[in-house]
């Protein structure tokens, strides 16, 4: 008998602790307001990063066409370059080809030149050898007047002879000088051109090459704006399901006669576990709840924590993924209520009334999650607090 109420009053005592302990440490339903109020402004501010991501985006787009445009133009100048330096490669060979007729031209002109002025010699020397007089001679030695004309021809003649000997020596020298001439004009001429495309090549290569690594740049900053843009609208998608959530809760907790009863939570998981990531601040940012999972976790049981009614069941990809919220009612003016999430499969809906201890889902890995787990959150007014901080029938 005495052990019997012994046990009544150390219950009621719990309870009584359980309340005062929560009611003092918790927030009032004031700074949950302010709390869905600073993420309401995340979530403005967030869409407005969006909207400046995206017009970089797209101004980067932008200037990423007009490069890959300018790079074909390039290239296609480049080819072209290409095309007229192959052309007087070609002439090149051509104009080496006729310097090497005209120097074959040139050789036999001085040698045959060589030739005509040995012959001049010796018709000089002759006549310098026989003298003047001798051909006066020949002239005074003529029978009649017809013989006279005849030898006054031969003479002329002889003399034409000469002449002409020495007008085409002129000519030849004449001949091999233009020659040379021509295979000079014609070696700096292609050589002038060949060097003026070459000098062209090395301008539009530099340009190509300048062109490319700025439009290398803007692909790397449009890749860099790509993913702060993915990250900003996974983090916009997580603050709207917060947001989606807590409207959920303040929509469908409009019962003032429900209440909740004290009494200690119920371990929402196995007896063998690990906490993998408890509540409070970590690299990513403020943790609102507390992951809890084990060995081959996927699949596990999720139990409900206490009495309530579940006022969300959403199944969503993005920050809590599938996930439950239970209200479980109020007590001295709070309102109590928590978070299943991650699940893969859940197994109640909006409005269905659960008991402590009941199977609502099953353990996931849906939503913004690194493995399978629960990430279970205890709710004041709306307001996430820490879940280790309250009492569990199941040992805490």
Request: glycine share 6%; net charge negative; proline share 2%.
């Amino acid at each position: 008998m005495h052990f019997k109420l012994l046990k009544k009053m150390a219950t009621a005592l719990l309870a009584v602790t359980l309340v005062f302990t929560t009611a003092l440490m918790l927030p009032t339903y004031g700074a949950s307001a302010a709390s869905r109020s600073e993420v309401q402004a995340k979530v403005d501010q967030l869409e407005k990063e969006k909207e400046q991501i995206q017009a970089r985006i797209d101004a980067l787009e932008d200037d990423e066409s007009e490069y890959a445009a300018l790079q074909e133009q390039l290239e296609e100048k480049i080819a072209n370059i290409e095309s007229q330096i192959a052309l007087v490669n070609e002439r090149i060979d051509e104009v080496k080809a006729e310097i090497e007729a005209n120097e074959r031209e040139i050789a036999e002109k001085e040698a045959y030149l060589e030739q005509t002025k040995d012959t001049l010699r010796e018709r000089l020397r002759a006549i310098y050898v026989a003298g003047t007089h001798n051909q006066l001679a020949v002239l005074l030695s003529a029978d009649d007047y017809t013989d006279f004309l005849a030898r006054t021809e031969l003479m002329r003649g002889v003399t034409e002879h000469d002449t002409q000997l020495m007008n085409e020596i002129n000519a030849q020298i004449q001949q091999i000088n233009e020659k040379k001439a021509e295979n000079e004009a014609n070696a700096q001429e292609v050589q002038s051109l060949k060097e003026t495309l070459v000098a062209r090549q090395k301008e539009l290569d530099a340009e190509y090459a300048a062109n490319a690594s700025a439009l290398s740049k803007i692909n790397a900053n449009r890749s860099s704006q790509e993913e702060d843009l993915q990250e900003t609208e996974q983090e916009l998608k997580e603050k709207q399901e917060m947001l989606a959530s807590w409207e959920d809760a303040i929509n469908n907790n409009s019962d003032p006669d429900r209440v909740y009863s004290g009494d200690a939570f119920a371990w929402p998981f196995q007896s063998s576990y690990y906490i993998s990531s408890p509540y409070g601040y970590r690299s990513s940012g403020f943790h609102t709840g507390t992951d809890i999972t084990c060995s081959g976790a996927m699949g596990k049981p999720i139990y409900a924590a206490a009495d309530g009614v579940v006022i969300t069941a959403r199944w969503s990809n993005v920050s809590y993924g599938n996930h439950l919220i239970i209200d479980h009612g109020q007590l001295n003016g709070n309102q109590y209520s928590t978070v299943y999430a991650h699940c893969s499969t859940l197994l109640v809906s909006a409005g269905e009334s659960v008991k402590k201890g009941q199977l609502i889902a099953r353990v996931g890995n849906t939503g913004n999650s690194s493995g399978p787990h629960l990430h279970f959150e205890v709710r004041v007014n709306g307001q996430h607090t820490n879940p280790m901080s309250y009492s569990y029938s199941n040992g805490f």
